[in-house]
Structure formats: structure tokens, C-alpha cells
């Protein structure tokens, strides 16, 4: 063997040396890489189990509040339902009550500079008025006017219904 076929020799052999090693050293960077890639992934999937959790305690809470606001809502519903019955109730008594002249509406008389009978510009403290003139209404009119009053009753009903549902679900 002359001595460049050595020399070329122990060049091939120190190049497979360091071939080998370097090969070596990827084995062991992959090694490392993989297990700080394995670490990232199991931290990963915490980060993820913790937001799911955190999302589903905050759906439920969510839920929750809506029940409540849906029964509280079902409540006004039904108290403002009774209340409109309990209206409409007291309206048709009414009614009824003046077809069959068991009560008569009245209006208290303005004073009349022409006529000798004056009526006091102040009510009573009670509210009833001694010795005024009345003057008695049709049947048909004062139908005409508890028609009117219970429409203002029945949109006042229905606005506080309105109201407190706005209350309810506004923030």
C-alpha cells in the first residue's frame, strides 16, 4: 500500500467517522426534539381541557340565567294575566250593572252665571260633593264611556306588561 493510498484511506475513514457521528447527533437531537414536542403537546391538550372546561362551567351558568329569567318572565306573564282578567271582569260587571240601571253614571254640572244655582269651585275633602246638581247620563253614552275606559285600561295593562318585560331582559 504506498502511502497516498493510505493517506486517502484514513481520509475516507475519518469522513465515515464523522458521518457516523453526525448521524449519532441527529439520533439524539431527534430524541430530545421528540420529547419536548410530546411535552408541548401534553400542554397543549391541558390548555385545552381547561378552556372546554371553562366554556362549559360559563354555558351552564349562561343556562341558567335564562331559566331564571324565563320563569321570572312566565310570572309577570301570568300576574299581568290576571290582572287583565280581573279588569275585563270588573268592566263587564260594570257594564252590566248599567243595562240594568242598577247604577247610573253622573257628571257634576259646571257653574252657570245665568242660573241661580252655583256650584262650588273646590270639592269636598272627601270627594263627594253635597247639594251639587248631577245630571244623569244615557245607558247608551255611559256604555260609550266604559267602552273607552276599559280600552285605556286594557293599554295601560298591556303597557306595564310591555315594561316590565323590558326591564327584565334589558341589562
Not at 22 to 36: C, F, L, P, S, Y
Request: with cysteine; hydrophobic share 45%; aromatic share 2%.
Amino acid at each position: 500500500m504506498t502511502p497516498v493510498q493510505k493517506l486517502i484511506g484514513l481520509a475516507v475513514l475519518i469522513l465515515l467517522l464523522m458521518a457516523g457521528a453526525a448521524g449519532v447527533t441527529w439520533q439524539v437531537q431527534d430524541w430530545r426534539m421528540g420529547e419536548k414536542l410530546a411535552e408541548q403537546a401534553g400542554l397543549h391538550k391541558d390548555g385545552l381541557n381547561r378552556i372546554s372546561m371553562a366554556a362549559a362551567a360559563k354555558a351552564s351558568a349562561d343556562q341558567d340565567k335564562r331559566l331564571g329569567l324565563e320563569q321570572q318572565l312566565a310570572g309577570q306573564d301570568q300576574q299581568h294575566s290576571k290582572e287583565l282578567s280581573d279588569a275585563q271582569r270588573n268592566q263587564a260587571r260594570l257594564r252590566d250593572q248599567l243595562a240594568t240601571a242598577d247604577v247610573r253614571l253622573s257628571v257634576l254640572l259646571a257653574e252657570d252665571p245665568a242660573s241661580s244655582c252655583n256650584v262650588p269651585a273646590t270639592p269636598g275633602a272627601a270627594g263627594v260633593v253635597h247639594a251639587a246638581r248631577r245630571s244623569q247620563l244615557e245607558p247608551a253614552h255611559a256604555q260609550r264611556i266604559i267602552a273607552i275606559t276599559d280600552d285605556g285600561d286594557n293599554a295601560i295593562i298591556a303597557l306595564r306588561a310591555c315594561q316590565a318585560y323590558v326591564r327584565a331582559v334589558a341589562p
